[in-house]
């Protein structure tokens, strides 16, 4: 019964929600950060090839891919570290309530830490929201790019002349890809549809979407970190306030 019981009170100890909120954590930016950097590095090589023809057209594009691949490794290493501070604070949070360490107190620095890293989290996971929303840019325009590409396919069966379906076109310029001045900026019937076909463009939607799904599982995650650090600071405020041993 004395291991059965400290395995019991071991069991009770583990933060469950800070658990599962790190590991969906965890997922979520190894999807987002290493999906994401090759998806940019296929984008490059796309526009590169398909969308332009001058160098000078896609240089801030280029620029901006590397500088955000660098950002991505900053991002992968910051939540790998905020992650692990908030599973520690989730256990130190639980062992307290539940008595764990017997004569340990929660004491005044301890619920301060708390509520910090409440207000850290609520701000991360708004930004994060942000960046949600702006992962959903590439995929949408892939999406688009699929859809063009299908209808291109369709007239090709159904209509004998080319110039029938020359005029659907796929314009990198109106997504903010290239500026407007970039020739041709755009690639129009079977050339889009050739496109569509080849590997890389597979390979970069489906990079996009899997980096799409682990941001909105990072978005999850924080969103349970707040919601599991706010109750643990409402518990511990409670036994604070009654003089409990915790």
């Given at each position: 019964?004395?291991?059965?019981?400290?395995?019991?009170?071991?069991?009770g100890?583990?933060?469950?929600?800070?658990?599962?909120?790190?590991?969906?954590?965890?997922?979520?930016?190894?999807?987002?950060?290493?999906?994401?950097?090759?998806?940019?590095?296929?984008?490059?090589?796309?526009?590169e090839?398909?969308?332009?023809?001058?160098?000078?057209?896609?240089?801030?594009?280029?620029?901006?891919?590397?500088?955000?691949q660098?950002?991505?490794?900053?991002?992968?290493?910051?939540?790998?570290?905020?992650?692990?501070?908030?599973?520690?604070?989730?256990?130190?949070?639980?062992s307290?309530?539940?008595?764990?360490?017997?004569?340990?107190?929660?004491?005044?620095?301890?619920?301060?830490?708390?509520?910090?890293?409440?207000?850290?989290?609520?701000?991360?996971?708004?930004?994060?929201?942000?960046?949600?929303?702006?992962?959903?840019?590439?995929?949408?325009?892939?999406?688009?790019?699929?859809?063009?590409?299908?209808?291109?396919?369709i007239?090709?069966?159904?209509?004998?002349s080319?110039?029938?379906?020359?005029?659907?076109?796929?314009?990198?310029?109106?997504?903010?890809?290239?500026?407007?001045?970039?020739?041709?900026?755009?690639?129009c019937?079977?050339?889009?549809a050739?496109?569509?076909?080849?590997?890389?463009?597979?390979?970069?939607?489906?990079?996009?979407?899997?980096?799409?799904?682990?941001?909105?599982?990072?978005?999850?995650?924080?969103?349970?970190?707040?919601?599991?650090?706010?109750?643990?600071?409402?518990?511990?405020r409670?036994?604070?306030r009654?003089?409990?041993?915790?």
């Open positions: 019964m004395g291991c059965y019981d400290c395995c019991i009170r071991c069991l100890a583990v933060p469950y929600p800070s658990l599962v909120a790190t590991l969906l954590c965890f997922t979520g930016m190894a999807l987002f950060c290493g999906c994401g950097h090759e998806a940019l590095a296929n984008t490059e090589v796309l526009v090839t398909y969308f332009t023809r001058n160098i000078q057209d896609y240089v801030i594009l280029a620029s901006f891919i590397k500088y955000f660098y950002v991505i490794y900053g991002l992968a290493s910051f939540f790998f570290l905020y992650c692990i501070l908030l599973l520690a604070e989730g256990f130190y949070t639980t307290a309530v539940k008595q764990t360490f017997g004569e340990f107190r929660s004491t005044r620095c301890g619920r301060c830490l708390s509520l910090t890293f409440i207000i850290v989290t609520y701000v991360l996971a708004v930004i994060w929201l942000a960046v949600f929303a702006f992962t959903a840019i590439p995929v949408f325009f892939f999406f688009n790019m699929a859809q063009t590409c299908h209808t291109i396919n007239l090709a069966e159904t209509t004998p080319i110039n029938q379906h020359g005029w659907i076109c796929m314009d990198a310029r109106q997504y903010g890809l290239l500026p407007w001045n970039a020739m041709p900026g755009k690639a019937g079977m050339t889009l050739s496109i569509c076909k080849t590997k890389e463009f597979f390979v970069t939607y489906d990079l996009y979407i899997a980096a799409f799904a682990g941001a909105g599982i990072a978005l999850l995650a924080l969103f349970l970190y707040v919601v599991a650090t706010t109750y643990n600071y409402a518990v511990l409670f036994l604070g009654k003089g409990l041993r915790c």
